[in-house]
């Protein structure tokens, strides 16, 4: 008899809404307007902590896009157009994920 146990994932781009008065961080192209990494970073710190307390494995974060066009439905979800700092902001983000 196997114990094989689920692996349970939660979307966690603007951190985990799942806990009660939790911080709700901005989209992803109102955060890179800042142009600091360590804003993506701090995000990342907080999200991995509370994703990790309401009993999730792993986030489905950071959504790592380039935005092409305004028009585009999920634009908001991008971290802007230009790809070295995209690079930056994810890399951040997925550090700070991971110190937890």
Known sequence: VYNIKPMLATDAVHN?????GTILFPHNIGLSCSHNPQNFKNQGKWTGKNVKESGFHY???PTVAVSHNPQWGRFYETMGQEPD???QYSQAFVEGLQQI
């Open 16 to 20: 985990n809404q799942h806990i009660s």
């Open 59 to 61: 986030a489905f974060a």
């Open 85 to 87: 700092m995209i690079s």
